[in-house]
């Protein structure tokens, strides 16, 4: 990648020449851009002289060469002499914002072979170091060392900072002179447990939920830990903050939250960052809207659905005086896209861009649950009545009212009992984990209901909806049972909209436990202990350590600012969504029957109740849309053989498990290796007891003494950081961006036959509809957010690309079968592409017009509804 001219010299003393490529702090860094007096890139000499010159930059870094052949007399590598970089080169292969800069190392010949070096920064702030390359070292050739770090003045560390070259090593297998370096750094990475972390810090370790309360602040902004016996929980970063007055188990909130610094934002991400994602901080935004609809500027409700859709054509207008008085700083200006008058525009959602009422047909509202934002909750209906797993001492009796009545008119012929035994029913469940905080959510200024919707499929292949149950606590208390009643549907008159309220209660509750489950606990939330444990266990040039270090990318950090901003008390999530203050408590709650093993594509599709597994009183959800058939592609046969998100998951799940079987079987030649390589074992022992230790006793857990289970493992792993949370995370926009088709919350109940409300319904349909999904407040925090969460950023990589090209390992059989991997993918998009213009498939466009491609595994920038990054990064 880097040119260099390799070793000269004569005698014992050699020189090796290099190239080191590196990026000084951004100005814009996301990280600091709250706090001004960070923001500075002036350089100090050890006299604290300011100088700025390339010169003084290349002399305050210097680099020692550590052997990987030649053991001093304690064991540990030889090093070489300290050499400071030289100066700036040009080089055509530097990305934006890089620089390249040569060195020279004296390098005696009894010192063997480079395999790691020691780096110092002198300088009072940070630079990132990208790569370092040796090249002509005799029979060796090019020595590449990819690095992708923040290095901090050398004050900063206790040890100092090491690098390992690119290659690959099981603990047994490497070199002698580096077992004690390998071993020193992990331990460095671990800390004690200890003290405040600071922003230099490296150290990765666990701690529960307790940060996202400011009880100090306002009683009503005590939340409950998360992570316990009580309320388990997947654990977070610890950055051992203080703990608040108030509630000494509730960490302190602060401007600085810790972070392992080589997990925040790159430069370009930052840049990226600030002109889309800071809309979603609450001290821009909000005070903006809260002022606006406070002082009559902004009327409370949206009158009719043209006033919606005018959201994407004209944009929502203030005053120029009364903006010029925010967006302090320049950046913040593109926020408010301030043209004339105008403030917030957005674009238009792609499930309206063809036609803009497909969202009211029945047809768009069925295909959604296959082919949405949420395409993985739909189950087989496998008992008639649905049944409640709920405690009937406590909570009544809740099985389903819904009766043979309401749906054999529909059923082409068809009892109920024939439409189960062919496999033809199926239900959207939103009622049981709902039922407990059902009460306290409509004690607020929210009023909803817990929903089951039985869908039908047709011999076209496409899900109709049959019947819908809204369910509400009995006036009397939760032990008499639910208030329910069933809907059908209906196309004229108030019916028509009584049909299409019905609906939204169902869309508000997917919403929500899409955006909280769906999205959050079962993607971001659950990959950050692998993040962790991976860093504290395995070593940076461990085979499993280089696998899935690419699928980690920026999600810690994302992590981090969404419980700053978006999942914490009064934070977006809480404002915007229907669960509010109870959001993160009720994802605990389900995060009880979060199964690992079940996250793997095929065994979700296939996973049904194991009557095994209740004997030990464990019962896992089930889905029984697929069954497992050896004839099919792989391995799996639909029930709904159209069934956008599966059949596409399915192709990408394949291609992952088959590249991570032959990069496995490249390292491990043998189960018995896999069992004796202590960072593997202790990574999953504290991946499973600490990082999911709430979870630690359930049965389901790989035991991980099979290379089959690494693969398994691993395959899941990458699936969920990648694929999954792409098909969840980038329709948001396209889909809910239309607030009328993804509804958030409902404010009032369903109008009753006679009352006054019916009377309105009849006269004045969509008003009445507007008034009772969510707000024009709610609605322009909710669009502002998920056009930002459904963005790609310019220097996003994608499943089969990595950062470092083809240098991240030495070993060239894993490179190639990464490259087989990259092209199996591309091979993968342009089939996905036939099956989208096949008008046979209804359910890849549907009614909406809008062909699936959120699993096409290629994006650009921006907002595409496709791409699938490697990683939870936004």
């Given at each position: 990648m880097?040119?260099?001219?390799?070793?000269?010299?004569?005698?014992?003393?050699?020189?090796?020449?290099?190239?080191?490529?590196?990026?000084?702090?951004?100005?814009?860094?996301?990280?600091?851009?709250?706090?001004?007096?960070?923001?500075?890139?002036?350089?100090?000499d050890i006299f604290g002289t300011a100088i700025d010159t390339v010169t003084a930059f290349a002399t305050s870094i210097s680099i020692q060469l550590i052997s990987a052949t030649k053991p001093d007399g304690k064991g540990k590598g030889k090093t070489g002499s300290a050499t400071k970089l030289r100066g700036q080169i040009s080089l055509p292969t530097l990305g934006a914002k890089e620089e390249a800069y040569d060195v020279d190392f004296e390098w005696e010949t009894d010192l063997g072979i480079p395999g790691a070096f020691y780096i110092k920064n002198f300088m009072q702030n940070e630079f990132y170091l990208k790569s370092v390359t040796l090249e002509d070292i005799p029979n060796q050739g090019t020595i590449h060392f990819i690095c992708n770090s923040w290095i901090y003045n050398s004050n900063s560390y206790k040890t100092d900072r090491i690098f390992f070259s690119n290659n690959t090593y099981l603990p047994s297998d490497t070199p002698a002179p580096l077992v004690s370096y390998r071993e020193e750094e992990l331990k460095n990475v671990r800390g004690n447990g200890t003290g405040e972390r600071k922003e230099s810090d490296r150290i990765y370790d666990y701690d529960v939920y307790n940060d996202l309360g400011d009880p100090d602040k306002n009683a009503q902004l005590a939340r409950p830990v998360l992570g316990g016996s009580a309320l388990p929980y997947p654990r977070r970063g610890r950055t051992g903050r203080g703990k608040t007055k108030k509630d000494p188990n509730s960490e302190k909130p602060s401007a600085f939250v810790y972070l392992p610094r080589d997990e925040a934002f790159g430069h370009l991400?930052?840049?990226?960052?600030?002109?889309?994602?800071?809309?979603?901080?609450?001290?821009?935004?909000?005070?903006?809207?809260?002022?606006?609809?406070?002082?009559?500027?902004l009327s409370l409700e949206f009158d009719n659905f043209e006033e919606v859709r005018k959201l994407y054509e004209g944009g929502v207008t203030l005053p120029t005086n009364f903006l010029s008085k925010y967006a302090p700083i320049p950046v913040l200006k593109e926020i408010f896209r301030t043209d004339g008058e105008q403030f917030l525009k957005y674009p238009p959602p792609k499930v309206m861009q063809v036609d803009k009422s497909a969202w009211m047909t029945d047809a768009e509202f069925a295909r959604e649950t296959i082919a949405g934002v949420n395409p993985n909750v739909i189950k087989i209906l496998e008992e008639f009545p649905p049944r409640s797993k709920l405690d009937t001492q406590a909570y009544g009796d809740h099985t389903c009212i819904i009766t043979k009545e309401h749906l054999e008119p529909n059923l082409g012929g068809l009892t109920v009992e024939q439409a189960i035994e062919n496999k033809k029913l199926f239900i959207l469940d939103h009622h049981d984990y709902l039922i407990p905080y059902l009460r306290r959510i409509n004690s607020s200024t929210t009023k909803t209901y817990a929903t089951r919707t039985i869908f039908f499929l047709k011999d076209d292949g496409t899900l109709t909806p049959l019947a819908i149950e809204l369910s509400k606590p009995h006036g009397q208390g939760d032990e008499y049972g639910p208030l329910s009643e069933v809907y059908v549907p209906a196309y004229e008159g108030v019916e028509a909209y009584i049909w299409l309220l019905a609906k939204a209660y169902v869309v508000v509750n997917d919403s929500c436990y899409h955006q909280i489950v769906s999205h959050w606990l079962n993607t971001h939330a659950v990959v950050e202990p692998f993040v962790i444990a991976t860093n504290r266990q395995l070593s940076v040039v461990h085979p499993i350590y280089k696998l899935l270090f690419p699928h980690y990318r920026d999600t810690m950090n994302i992590n981090s600012l969404a419980r700053k901003s978006l999942v914490n008390a009064d934070g977006i999530i809480e404002q915007t969504f229907l669960w509010s203050r109870y959001s993160l408590e009720m994802s605990a709650v389900i995060y009880k029957d979060w199964v690992f093993s079940d996250q793997a594509l095929p065994n979700d599709l296939v996973k049904r109740l194991d009557t095994t597994v209740v004997l030990i009183n464990v019962i896992w959800m089930h889905r029984g849309v697929a069954v497992k058939d050896p004839s099919a592609p792989h391995g799996v046969k639909l029930l709904i053989e159209d069934y956008p998100y599966a059949s596409d998951g399915l192709e990408i799940w394949d291609a992952i498990k088959s590249w991570v079987q032959e990069y496995v079987a490249f390292y491990y030649k043998s189960d018995e290796?896999?069992?004796?390589?202590?960072?593997?074992?202790?990574?999953?022992?504290?991946?499973?007891?600490?990082g999911h230790g709430d979870l630690k006793d359930k049965p389901w857990w790989p035991k991980m003494q099979t290379r089959e289970e690494l693969v398994e493992a691993s395959a899941t792993l990458i699936w969920i950081a990648s694929a999954l949370h792409a098909a969840v995370n980038f329709g948001q926009y396209p889909y809910g961006g239309l607030i009328l088709n993804r509804p958030t919350i409902s404010r009032r109940f369903m109008p009753e036959k006679g009352s006054a409300e019916y009377v309105a319904l009849g006269k004045n349909p969509e008003k009445e509809f507007l008034k009772t999904i969510t707000g024009k407040k709610e609605t322009l925090i909710d669009l502002t957010v998920i056009e930002i969460l459904s963005r790609h950023t310019s220097d996003e990589f994608y499943l089969g690309e990595r950062d470092g090209g083809d240098y991240w390992t030495s070993d060239t059989v894993p490179l190639e079968a990464f490259k087989r991997f990259g092209k199996k993918l591309a091979e993968i998009e342009e089939k996905l592409v036939q099956k989208n213009n096949d008008e046979t498939l209804r359910n890849r466009t549907g009614p909406a017009k809008m062909p699936y491609t959120l699993l096409?595994?290629?994006?650009?920038?921006?907002?595409?509804?496709?791409?699938?990054?490697?990683?939870?990064?936004?």
């Open positions: 880097e040119k260099a001219f390799g070793i000269f010299g004569g005698g014992n003393k050699q020189k090796i020449k290099g190239t080191v490529v590196l990026m000084r702090k951004n100005v814009l860094d996301i990280n600091s851009i709250t706090n001004p007096s960070t923001v500075v890139d002036t350089i100090f991400k930052s840049s990226d960052f600030l002109v889309y994602a800071l809309k979603s901080v609450s001290q821009d935004v909000l005070p903006v809207l809260t002022d606006a609809f406070d002082g009559s500027l290796v896999l069992q004796k390589d202590p960072e593997l074992q202790a990574w999953w022992k504290e991946l499973v007891e600490v096409f595994p290629s994006s650009e920038e921006g907002l595409t509804f496709r791409g699938i990054p490697n990683s939870i990064s936004i």
